[in-house]
């Protein structure tokens, strides 16, 4: 432990004003529980920088080098979560500084998500070899949490089981899984495939930035494009374009939640615009050759245009309104261009090695890319591919994103989707969502990321996603955001706390027709990744298959 009787306590926040005024009453009781705990036990925790313009957040780059350049040397450091926080804020000043002793806290809480901050953090941390220890908890007094606390303080680290996490070995995996995948990692290394990126990093998401290095021996590299030559091919569009896309949707049962204040409803005009993304999106990517395309969305594009969430979710699916390129040709007709949301490039690398296992077998690649949002425990009835099943204290996590799903996760496709506005505190032009409950079925859940040792790794899981009661997901829902869509997720042998050690605020979830297909899809898509040289890591239970 640090010889200072003293810990430092940093809180990072968003870029945006108007959110982190928002969540700061929500941080200020996290902190009050800290300092309470740690004063307990003979330790003063002293915040690093002051309370000032109506929130007490560390707001940019330049203000966290500043706060933690001046911490004194060897001391602990406190990086305490309650809402959303942008990671480069601190990340650099924090592996510059390797002599602090750094330990991340957050809450775990749908409605102020500070443990998908933390996991984010974590996640750059791992990125940059930092050391680090982390805790998560509903109720930082409770004796769970005070145990993880004083081990902290007795120990200098808090230490979580990885008994669940098993290196893949392709010798021991079903052959026939491992010859497929192989043969997929051949055709991506010998054809080469592009990922088109409308600018790079998100809400300072510095863990999905994979570079190039890493990337070329696998056959993939990147299409460096931007948000302004988006919005640019928006211009060359007109409404009456934009406007078929929406009502196709209609034509398939969508519902728009449309009003006529756009300041605070979703407007006509806003679904037209975004209609127009949704054209000028597919015709870049066929124009440069993307495989997969991402669009950072969040800042700069939300300043100009509606919100990307309604594109995005069109995009993965291959059942979609048809595009034409300049010459009349439908592009890529039937098939989704797949869309890594928020341009993360741990995400964009794992759905080009998914669209190519689930082609190959038959099954529908729509994927999505989820936030690890929040997870509670559920008694009661719950429907399963297998019927209904009673469930006691089962943890079963809320999985969604910033707004998209492809209809095709919902039980009754587009008929089963609507159209909210977007926050105007995050999005002030608007947009429309692609909403709904995720259906029951079986899924296969991964991540690639950067591991510790610098290698391009992947972890994969297995789960379900169940239906729940109308009223306890409609409580989920309010306590996350009801605008957008959400999935009930089960994982196999993986408990809440193991997914402290996961590598994101991400995961890429994809369904399959049956639970042996989905261990299927899980082995071939692990041996496509070792054969391209990711280390890879089973998480949890994945079947009877390896």
């Known amino acids: 432990m640090s010889s200072n009787t003293k810990f430092y306590l940093i809180a990072n926040g968003d870029l945006r ?8 009453p929500e941080q200020s009781k996290l902190e009050a529980d800290l300092i ?4 307990s036990r003979n330790i003063d925790v002293v915040r690093a920088h002051p309370v000032s313009g109506g929130h007490g957040f560390i707001s940019s780059q330049s203000m966290g080098n500043e706060v933690i350049m001046a911490i004194p040397e060897g001391a602990t450091v406190i990086s305490a979560h309650a809402v959303w926080q942008y990671s480069h804020h601190v990340l650099g000043a924090l592996v510059q500084r390797s002599d602090l002793k750094v ?14 901050g933390l996991a984010n953090l974590n996640a750059c941390l791992v990125k940059h070899n930092r050391e680090f220890s982390t805790i998560w908890a509903e109720d930082l007094n409770s004796d769970e949490a005070l145990a993880r606390i004083d081990e902290f303080l007795n120990t200098g680290k808090v230490v979580y089981s990885s008994a669940h996490i098993h290196p893949f070995d392709p010798s021991g995996a079903d052959q026939e ?69 929406i009502q196709w949707l209609r034509d398939k049962g969508m519902q728009f939640k449309v009003g006529t204040d756009g300041t605070k409803e979703l407007t006509e005009q806003q679904l037209t615009e975004q209609g127009k993304m949704y054209i000028a999106a597919a015709r870049i990517a066929d124009r440069f ?3 997969v395309i991402g669009i950072q969305y969040q800042q700069g594009l939300k300043d100009i245009a509606p919100a990307s969430d309604l594109v995005e979710g069109l995009l993965n699916n291959p059942d979609r309104p048809p595009v034409k390129d300049t010459e009349g040709n439908i592009i890529r007709d039937g098939q989704a261009i797949p869309c890594f949301n928020e341009v993360d490039g741990g995400c964009a690398v794992d759905l080009i090695l998914s669209h190519e296992i689930w082609n190959r077998f038959g099954e529908d690649p729509s994927a999505n890319q989820e936030d690890i949002r929040w997870a509670r425990q559920y008694t009661g009835k719950a429907v399963t591919t297998e019927g209904e099943v009673e469930y006691s204290n089962e943890d079963i996590w809320v999985e969604l994103l910033s707004g998209s799903s492809p209809a095709s996760h919902f039980e009754r496709g587009y008929a089963d989707a609507i159209g909210f506005r977007q926050n105007p505190v995050f999005f002030p032009y608007g947009g429309a969502t692609l909403s709904g409950v995720g259906k029951a079925g079986e899924v296969v859940i991964s991540r690639v990321y950067i591991a510790r040792n610098g290698k391009l790794s992947m972890n994969i899981m ?3 996603t169940v239906t729940l009661p109308a009223e306890e997901t409609q409580d989920r829902l309010d306590k996350t955001d009801p605008s957008w869509p959400i ?24 369904y399959a027709s049956s639970k042996e297909a989905a261990d299927k899809l899980a082995l071939a898509k692990a041996a496509m990744a070792k054969e391209l040289g990711l280390d890879v890591f089973l998480w949890g239970d994945l079947g009877e298959l390896v």
């Not at 330990?103 to 998908?116: C, K, Q």
């Not at 192989?182 to 088109?196: C, H, P």
């Not at 021996?217 to 928006?234: C, H, R, T, V, Y």
């Not at 994982?491 to 979830?509: F, K, Q, W």
Request: with cysteine; charged share 25%.
């Open 17 to 24: 004003e108007s959110a982190n005024i928002a969540g700061w």
């Open 36 to 39: 309470g705990i740690f004063k």
């Open 177 to 245: 899984l491992v010859k497929i995948g192989r043969e997929e990692a051949d055709k991506v290394r010998t054809q080469r495939r592009i990922m088109g990126y409308f600018d790079e990093m998100c809400m300072g998401m510095e863990n999905a930035i994979i570079p190039n290095s890493l990337l070329y021996p696998l056959g993939i590299g990147k299409e460096n494009l931007s948000q302004s030559a988006l919005f640019a091919e928006m211009t060359t569009i007109d409404d009456a374009e934009g406007a078929e896309v």
């Open 487 to 510: 999935k009930h997720l089960i994982r196999y042998g993986v408990d809440r706390d193991a997914m402290l050690g996961h590598p994101s605020n991400h995961e890429t979830i994809l």
């Open 103 to 116: 330990l991340t806290i957050a809450n775990f809480d749908g409605t102020w998500p500070g443990l998908v």
């Open 289 to 291: 050759g993307c495989d």
């Open 462 to 464: 297995r789960g379900k």
